[in-house]
């Protein structure tokens, strides 16, 4: 019994293989990430580029925005949870009803935060930043005092 259920198991798995391999994104390199201007949804002047998934469907997303120094996110949340990673420079986090640079969290390098879903946080710069947030799509986003959102 063992046997066939492990030789069911191997078969699955080799026969699935080349499925998975058509599946799967090609992996790049820094200096070939496509980049394209961020939603209306952000402020003026970050960049974006989607590396894996469709952030505006079900399913799972990772993109990467570039962000200028001293770029603010007001008061936010979205309805799954967001989940970042400091690529490169001086990312600032916090978790509230407003931006408030004086309780939030100094990430660098290889920094991780995570803000739940329906969490309102918000977020800057202090440097030229790069991160890579992930999800489960669709990406949402409500902004806590609407007169902050940009796309308005």
């Known amino acids: 019994m063992l046997k066939s259920t492990t030789t069911a198991m191997l078969l699955v798995l080799v026969t699935s293989t080349p499925l998975l391999a058509d599946d799967m994104p090609m992996p790049v390199n820094t200096d070939a990430i496509k980049w394209g201007p961020a939603p209306s949804f952000l402020p003026a002047g970050a960049k974006i580029a989607v590396m894996a998934g469709d952030p505006s469907k079900d399913g799972i997303y990772v993109l990467r925005l570039d962000i200028p120094a001293n770029y603010k996110i007001p008061a936010h949340n979205h309805p799954t949870s967001e989940y970042v990673t400091v690529i490169s420079g001086d990312f600032h986090i916090g978790m509230g009803d407003k931006l408030d640079k004086a309780k939030g969290i100094h990430l660098t390098r290889g920094?991780?935060?995570?803000?739940?879903?329906?969490?309102?946080?918000?977020?800057w710069t202090t440097s030229h930043t790069i991160v890579q947030v992930h999800g489960e799509g669709p990406f949402a986003m409500t902004y806590v005092n609407k007169a902050d959102d940009p796309s308005q």
């Not at 920094?111 to 977020?123: D, E, K, L, Q, S």
Request: no cysteine.
């Open 111 to 123: 920094g991780f935060g995570v803000a739940p879903a329906h969490m309102n946080h918000y977020a």
